[in-house]
């Protein structure tokens, strides 16, 4: 199962049993406190696999498994007014062939995919210098300030970079909302400092970050690739506009959907900025570098709609991204890919490799949007029904056709967030390994089983 965490715990609509969460109070007087979460996402899914898969050696064209997707423990204490530390560790992606500690293979007690590795996803201190709530006289402070550093998930560029995996609208992120994934980051998080707050109804948080090291050896003539050097600073941001109700920012985890606890309506816009974060060679073997840019606009709707006791909501997030990092960058990658080259195979093989590849980023725009509605509450007495659905649209310079995705599913809510099974069907757009045009589709049948506390 997989757990996933988000920015304050009365504010993730929890289930009423719920109530604040685990949390520990060092004194009833005072406000030092240690809260705990723990989550557990477990996926069941069909696969359709690109041509020419092999699983485990064997070809196959469809793939069946049962998969840990996250899971997570996070850690937070509010030391003073002032102070707040946070731990945050877990495992992701293990599958019954991948995702397993470093050296496992073959069979036995360290065969693949067995015994993954914990790992901090964050470690942070942060200090409150114009805090939201003056602790003494209890005034709010409509303009505040935090300041803090370490292992961080205060993104910038978009609100879904840094989004709450505890209360995803769709099953999953569409993943190129973290365009730095597992290569100048780690998990979605950087090493460095930041500075995060509100001035009125904007909400604002900035970084300066030191990217992890990346050494792709680029090719004569070929695309940008992921090689910094000894890289350079990195800065980011994000700055929206909250017209109805304001959102809480104690943690920067930002909500997925509300099921209509809250009245949300904001519009963000943010950035990212890396001098030299790529390097190119030309047909002649010359090395250069280039900036990585990333531009980013969003809104996020989450309103409840019709009788009050009916409690039905509607949520809509969309958001597009201009990214620039050098000449036909490309990625592509599959979440918990099972899939390897099948050898025996003569046809033409998809461009963006095997298993549940797919064309993630790239150099050029993405749009996304996604939307869901909260059925009435009538429709069933032991659940609360929410389908939903989303849309890619991908124009990237290194492909000669725009992409389209597609995802269609809903939210089984047994208790809101804290228990809810996910069912959907996701659409990928494959590509010609030759033309670079569009060949076709495939699809991936998922479910996923979440529990949180």
């Known amino acids: ?102 050296g496992t293979s073959g069979i036995g007690g360290y065969g693949l995919g067995k015994k993954p590795q914990l790992f901090v996803h964050e470690a942070y201190n942060e ?28 993104n910038g560029i978009s609100r879904m970079t840094s989004c709450s995996t505890l209360n995803f609208l769709t099953i999953d992120a569409p993943i190129f909302n973290w365009p730095l ?31 992890y090291a990346t050494a792709v050896l680029p090719t004569p003539g070929g695309a940008a690739v992921d090689n910094n ?56 073997s010359i090395i250069s570098k280039h900036d990585i840019g990333i531009l980013s606009a969003d809104v996020f709707a989450d309103l409840p709609v019709g009788p009050k006791e009916h409690n039905m909501a509607v949520t809509v997030y969309s958001v597009y991204y201009k990214n620039d990092f050098g000449k036909n960058y490309l990625r592509t990658t599959g979440i918990m890919n099972t899939g390897a080259k099948d050898d025996a195979f003569r046809g033409v093989a998809a461009m963006e490799g095997y298993g549940n590849s797919r064309v993630l980023m790239g150099t050029g725009s993405i749009w996304y949007t996604q939307a869901g509605f ?26 000669n056709q725009v992409g389209n995705y597609w995802d269609a599913g809903a939210n089984i809510l047994l208790d809101g967030h804290n228990a809810k099974i996910t069912l959907e069907y996701s659409n990928r757009q494959l590509y010609n390994s030759i033309t670079k045009m569009t060949s076709g589709s495939k699809g991936e049948a998922l479910a996923q089983l979440q529990i949180y506390l």
């Open 1 to 102: 199962m997989l757990l996933g965490f988000a920015q304050n715990v009365g504010a993730q609509a929890p289930a009423t049993e719920y109530g604040t969460g685990l949390k520990i109070s060092f004194n009833p007087e005072s406000p030092k406190y240690l809260r705990f979460v723990f989550w557990n996402q477990l996926w069941c899914r069909s696969i359709d696999n690109n041509p020419g898969t092999s699983v485990n050696g064997e070809s196959t064209a469809t793939t069946n498994d049962v998969a840990l997707r996250r899971v997570r423990m996070l850690a937070y204490a509010q030391l003073s007014p002032r102070y707040l530390i946070l731990l945050h560790i877990g495992i992701n992606n293990q599958t019954f062939s991948t995702g397993g500690g470093s």
């Open 127 to 154: 200090y409150a210098v114009i805090p939201a709530i003056d602790a003494l006289t209890k005034k709010v402070h409509k303009y505040n300030l935090y300041i803090g550093g370490g292992l961080h998930y205060c």
């Open 181 to 211: 994934l597992e290569n100048t980051d780690q998990f979605g998080m950087q090493m460095g400092l930041y500075a995060k707050g509100r001035l009125g109804k904007i909400g604002y948080t900035v970084n300066v970050n030191k990217p």
């Open 229 to 284: 050097g000894n890289s350079r600073a990195g800065f980011s941001g994000y700055f929206d506009y909250q017209f109805l109700e304001q959102e809480a920012n104690v943690l920067p985890y930002r909500v997925g959907t509300y099921l209509g606890t809250k009245k949300v309506f904001n519009v963000g816009v943010g950035f990212y900025q890396n001098k030299n974060g790529v390097k190119l060679e030309s047909k002649d």
């Open 374 to 399: 909260m059925l009435p509450r009538e429709i069933s007495k032991k659940f609360r029904l929410q389908p939903f659905a989303a849309y890619t649209y991908k124009n990237l310079d290194a492909l």
